[in-house]
Antibody
């Protein structure tokens, strides 16, 4: 059973960089068919996809956040990470990491395993 | 950018059938997935590839997708099905979620 666990600071000051890590257990992050995603959810609102990474290092990010997002992977630790720069109060949300199955030729996308989520608050 | 539209809320009586629509331009040409999220919990995949159920998801959950609308159907709705439901699709290599629908079982 694959498990994902987010970790990182719960409080970030405005204009600083939010940094989170997701540790994957019960399976290898180096799977050929899987990508690894970050998704966030402001309180009382819907889900917003932030971006994905493959173990090869290939990434894709949301156009609305693209310039502020960096996603990286450390296969030796079975971890992947998110950095979101120049944060504001609008970035306050629960951040989830998830395993993504993505078939580029068919457009099939699904997220079958999710972390428990971690609340990040942007405040001075 | 691509958008998926869901009604904010749907109500259903226990034992009845609930239908939750998700609309988007030519959505039927894409694959739709659905997620269930209960308060304080992470989302759970309940339907993928329009109408497939992951292991462990009850048979009462089904899906369809045609034209501009994907629909999640819950037959014989139970109190435990009360939750937020999100549709999801892919567009230009990015993931798009609908705004979510709160299903109330009255």
């Amino acid at each position: 059973q694959v498990q994902l666990q987010e970790s990182g600071p719960g409080l970030v000051k405005p204009s600083q960089t939010l940094s989170l890590t997701c540790t994957v257990s019960g399976g290898s992050i180096s799977s050929d068919i899987h990508y690894w995603s970050w998704i966030r959810q402001p309180a009382g609102k819907g889900l917003e996809w932030i971006g994905r990474i493959h173990s090869s290092g290939s990434t894709s990010n949301s156009p609305s956040l693209k310039s502020r997002v960096t996603i990286s992977v450390d296969t030796s630790k079975n971890q992947f990470s998110l950095k979101l720069s120049s944060v504001t109060a609008a970035d306050t949300a629960v951040y989830y990491c998830a395993r993504e199955e993505y078939h580029i030729l068919t457009g099939l996308i699904l997220h079958d395993y999710w972390g428990q989520g971690t609340l990040v608050t942007v405040s001075s | 950018s691509y958008e998926l539209t869901q009604p904010p809320s749907v109500s259903v009586s226990p034992g009845q059938t609930a239908s939750i629509p998700c609309s988007g331009d030519s959505l039927g040409d894409k694959y739709a997935s659905w997620y269930q999220q209960k308060p304080g919990q992470s989302p759970v995949l309940v339907i993928y590839q329009d109408n497939k159920r992951p292991s462990g998801i009850p048979e009462r959950f089904s899906g369809s997708n045609s034209g501009n609308t994907a629909t999640l159907t819950i037959s014989g709705t139970q109190a435990m099905d009360e939750a937020d439901y999100y549709c999801q699709a892919w567009d230009s290599s990015t993931v798009v979620f609908g705004g979510g629908t709160k299903l109330t079982v009255l």
